[in-house]
């Protein structure tokens, strides 16, 4: 089945209906969509043919018709891809600006593997399909949209508004880390990328928003095994796959030290009070109480959704040794993939699994490279958790509010690492069902459109204002 744009937002607000009562913004709800569209028909992919410029020079061409001065507006090319700033001036200079980042560029995509091109934008039964349509064109345009409508408004900022938009977030990251650099007087960022709340499967109502203040480290270790190796009719003790074996079964069965920062303590403390399920729901309680409950810690890190949350997690994900079926190997290599619970170093943590192998041929090296950072949370502040609190009730009605710390990567580690606060705070909410991001056929509901413009204009007015 399919609809007339104009016929699927009227079906978003009746579907919102009951959830909040809002103000409609139709101009602004109809240029999201047609930005998204436009966004995702430019393949914007490292490498070969990548169009994150021309998405650039689309959202630089609506903020110019919108009334932005051209002078306030930078595209700048960074290898084959480019970023984009664009600034709307405050009344009072003194203040920090407010940051709203989000990236333009998308993971590959196969239009063979798929069930409609990836790159040709469709909208179909209530959802926008195509590649970026969840990470993160949608909402990138949102919230780009969100801010004209604010000037056609006449609405002033006092503090400056600042659009960041990245341009391989999902690869390098090289200029996620420059356009942090040089907005590291920032107040605060808004980081739109992805979703933020959940939607009931069964009803498509709001189940609970959250507000992301930190993310683990992620960091890759190869271990390396080597020795003289020989003919295979002549086994000895010292055989580089055996010893790298042992090694890896040791560290597949550490658990690191279970920890809490502000960030998680309140999201341990929200989520147990709308998990359905009870023992999960207790445990939750029982490892606020004391993070080195055992029964706790057994529920939670037997929970896929939840034992990222506990501690650091370390674990072999590859593994590669020998040279011949006939020969001794003479070496054996692992790589450990990491997530760094914040407020450890990455040569910390590889001390760690160094002494836990227990194995002295092993040599351990960090071989991420310069793609990840160490970042603190970000801290809890009072204006930003009741500013997204307004925002979230105005555009959804009264739903749970629940910070989280991901372990995934944003470009919110940059600004972190430097002492920015950030915060993952998209307006968007998502069924588990509808989660495709990086994966095939990915989507986002339309019905997301009028609270979106509602939640972003709210917000931006509350935090530009002061």
């Not at 600034?87 to 798929?114: C, F, N, R, Y």
């Not at 968007?428 to 009028?450: P, Q, Y």
């Amino acid at each position: 089945m399919r609809y007339s744009i104009p016929v699927l937002l009227s079906l978003g607000a009746s579907l919102l209906a009951p959830m909040a009562q809002a103000k409609a913004y139709p101009e602004a709800e109809a240029q999201v969509l047609d930005l998204s569209k436009k966004a995702i028909a430019l393949r914007s992919v490292r490498g070969p043919g990548n169009k994150t410029g021309e998405v650039a020079s689309l959202f630089r061409d609506a903020l110019v018709k919108a009334g932005w001065d051209a002078k306030d507006i930078e595209i700048v090319p960074l290898d084959d891809t480019a970023y984009l700033i664009a600034t709307w001036k405050g009344s009072d200079p003194s203040l920090k600006p407010l940051v709203i980042s989000a990236h333009m560029d998308v993971v590959e995509a196969k239009p063979q593997d798929w069930q409609r091109d990836p790159f040709t934008p469709v909208v179909e039964n209530g959802y926008l399909y195509g590649r970026g349509a969840s990470d993160t064109k949608f909402e990138a345009a949102l919230a780009l949209s969100s801010m004209i409508e604010l000037r056609r408004e006449g609405f002033k900022p006092k503090r400056s508004i600042v659009i960041a938009y990245s341009g391989d977030e999902e690869t390098t990251m090289d200029t996620s880390k420059v356009i942090a650099e040089r907005l590291k007087n920032a107040e605060l960022v808004l980081n739109v990328d992805g979703s933020s709340g959940s939607l009931s499967e069964e009803t498509g109502k709001p189940l609970y928003w959250s507000w992301q203040g930190a993310e683990k480290t992620y960091v890759d270790y190869t271990v390396t095994v080597t020795n003289a190796g020989g003919h295979s009719s002549a086994p000895r003790p010292d055989n580089a796959i055996v010893q790298l074996s042992e090694a890896m079964a040791r560290i597949g069965a550490y658990h690191f030290k279970p920890e809490l920062n502000d960030v998680t303590r309140q999201y341990w403390t929200g989520a147990s009070k709308i998990e359905p399920d009870p023992k999960l729901a207790a445990a939750m309680k029982a490892f606020v109480a004391n993070p080195d409950d055992p029964a706790a810690l057994a529920v939670l890190r037997a929970n896929p959704a939840t034992v990222g949350r506990v501690s650091t997690t370390c674990v072999p994900t590859m593994i590669s040794g020998g040279h011949a079926q006939n020969a001794l190997p003479q070496s054996a290599t692992a790589n450990i993939n990491c997530r760094i619970f914040p407020g450890h170093t990455r040569a910390e943590i590889m001390a760690e699994l160094e002494k836990i192998a227990a194995m002295p041929a092993a040599k351990f090296a960090d071989v991420t490279g310069d793609d990840s950072v160490e970042a603190p949370a970000s801290p809890v502040r009072p204006d930003f958790v009741a500013a997204v609190g307004r925002a979230v009730k105005a555009a959804w009605g009264p739903v749970p509010i629940i910070p989280s710390q991901s372990s995934g990567a944003s470009d919110s580690m940059w600004y972190r690492a430097l002492g920015v606060p950030s915060y993952g705070a998209s307006a968007s909410m998502i069924k588990d069902s509808d989660e495709f991001a990086h994966g095939l056929n990915e989507r986002i509901a339309l019905l997301n459109i009028a609270p979106g413009v509602v939640y972003y204009t709210t917000l931006l007015k509350d935090l530009a204002a002061k």
